[in-house]
């Protein structure tokens, strides 16, 4: 497990909520020092720590822990639905063809 790596994904997610070390630190209740040292990953971040900075920072803690997020197909599914439920009968058309060559494009070199 790479504690820098996370520590930079927690990095990203506080500057994109707009809030320093110091504010997130205090909503997850640790000190900003710790903080710190979590996002520059000089220290081992506990589980209820992990799970209190996801909370904060309104993300899963796979989103944390890993670079690309892990999502179940049934997830992965429910999110395609709520694209394509705003779309016309004229977009879903065109996003069909396109869903069509992508799979087909993945099954030959995936």
Request: net charge neutral; proline share 1%.
């Amino acid at each position: 497990m790479n504690y820098y790596e996370i520590g930079q994904r927690i990095r990203k997610y506080r500057k994109a909520h707009q809030l320093s070390q110091e504010e997130l630190a205090e909503r997850v209740g640790i000190s900003t020092t710790h903080m710190s040292h979590i996002e520059t990953g000089n220290t081992k971040l506990s589980l209820p720590v992990l799970v209190a900075l996801a909370g904060a920072l309104e993300v899963g803690t796979d989103t944390l822990l890993f670079e690309t997020a892990r999502t179940t197909r049934g997830e992965a599914l429910e999110d395609v639905l709520s694209i394509l439920d705003g779309c016309s009968a004229e977009q879903l058309k065109v996003l069909k063809d396109i869903l069509g060559a992508a799979k087909r494009s993945m099954d030959k070199y995936l």
